[in-house]
Structure formats: structure tokens, C-alpha cells
């Protein structure tokens, strides 16, 4: 893979709106409950759609779903789909907007079963990638492979994240990111 030109090492270099994400929190663990929600949203925005139109609609994003917190997000009615729906500044696809919601609630459930998201994360790392696929359709709504696979190296659980000659993965290998421990 090192020699693979589609590494986003290589186009966060390019483009400035990636360089932030790239450099300080694509590939880093240790993140806490709304963080982890947001990525997960982040990529469930993203199936079928370039990362680099989830980044310039990411502030908006974060505004519309309350900054990610999970029990705002589980409370949203059928007036917040409507009201999302309406807005051009984050993707308006009512099954994401839906799965979105469902998953929040989820994780309001996960906090009762297993202490929140990210120990049932950590509860069931390390596993291969197609066990986690399996894991996250089980319980969340538009986690394919895809979303599933970005979201874990994205949060530090997956390796992929960086090559080993980027300087960001350095950084990341001092913070021993949950992938790294297994």
C-alpha cells in the first residue's frame, strides 16, 4: 500500500480543508462520547458522497444536531427531521438523518449496557474488520463496511488510517491509539 496514490496523506497535503482533519483527528483515539457520534455521523453522511463536501458542511452539521450530543440528538421529533430537511447546509437524506437519530438513541442504550460508546467500543476491540461490520448492523442503522471501516481508523481502533512515512502517523504511534494495543 505504500506506493497506492489514493492514501489521504497524499490529498490532505493537496487540499487545505483536509489538512486540519488529517493532521490532528483522522487516526487518533482516545476520543469521548460526542466525538465519537460525530465521526460516526460524519461518515454516515459521507456514503455515496465525497469526504470533501462532509468537511465544508461540517460546521453546519455540527450546529444542526446540537454538537453531536447524544441525548439531544435521541430527542429530535418529527419537526427536527423537518427542520434538518430544510436545511442547505448540512446532506438532507432522511434515511441518514433517521439512522442518525436511531443511533443516538442507541448509544443512550449502550451507556446502561456497557458504560457508553466508547467502552463498548474498547469492550469489543480487537476485532477484524468484517466482525465489527457485523457488530455495528446489529445495532446501529447505515453501518455498512464502508462507514463501519472509516469510522474505526477514523476513531484509532482500525489501522489504515496513515502511511507509516506520513509525520501525522508518528504522532498518532505516541499516543498508542486502541489498534496499536492489540
Known sequence: MPDDPNWY???????DLHRAYHDTEYGFGGKGEAALFELLCLEVFQAG?????????????????????????A??????????????????????????????????????????FPKWLDTHHPLAHADWVK???????????????EFLMSAGYLKGAHRESCPTYQKIAKTNPPWMRS
Do not use: Y
Not at 430537511?85 to 441518514?96: C, D, E, F, T, V
Not at 457488530?135 to 471501516?149: C, M, S
Open 9 to 15: 496523506c497524499d490529498v490532505a497535503l493537496k487540499k
Open 49 to 73: 458522497l465525497s469526504w470533501e463536501l462532509i468537511l465544508k458542511k461540517r460546521a453546519s452539521t455540527f450546529e444542526a444536531f446540537s454538537g453531536f450530543d447524544v441525548d439531544t440528538v
Open 75 to 116: 430527542d429530535f421529533d418529527d419537526k427536527a427531521i423537518k427542520r434538518l430537511l430544510g436545511n442547505p447546509g448540512i446532506i438532507r437524506n432522511r434515511l441518514k438523518i433517521n439512522s442518525i437519530i436511531h443511533n443516538a438513541r442507541v448509544m443512550q442504550g449502550l451507556r446502561k449496557s456497557h458504560g457508553g
Open 135 to 149: 457488530l455495528f448492523k446489529k445495532i446501529f442503522k447505515f453501518t455498512g463496511p464502508e462507514v463501519v471501516n
